[in-house]
């Protein structure tokens, strides 16, 4: 078995037909959807883009949550740690 072979997987003339199918096959359901490789590109950078804008505003949800809570727990906190101190 050649390098080549192990590389690729399988002769290289069955690797060629293979892809020439597999190509044949996307062209054509690219075609009917109108699409090209730069709506697959720009969809794929605006999925990025989208989810590290979500992860950065679920970051900032969770700081306000803990700012929220925070308004609440820390004066119970300070409350109960004063009339335990008096005991």
Do not use: C
Request: charged share 15%; glycine share 6%; no cysteine.
């Amino acid at each position: 078995m050649s390098s080549l072979t192990r590389f690729l997987g399988d002769s290289p003339w069955r690797v060629i037909i293979k892809l020439l199918v597999v190509s044949l096959i996307v062209g054509f359901v690219m075609s009917a959807f109108h699409w090209s490789p730069w709506d697959i590109f720009y969809a794929m950078r605006d999925t990025v883009a989208h989810l590290w804008n979500m992860g950065f505003e679920a970051l900032g949800r969770f700081a306000s949550y803990i700012v929220l809570g925070a308004a609440v727990v820390i004066p119970v906190f300070i409350i109960i740690r004063v009339l335990s101190y008096r005991r």
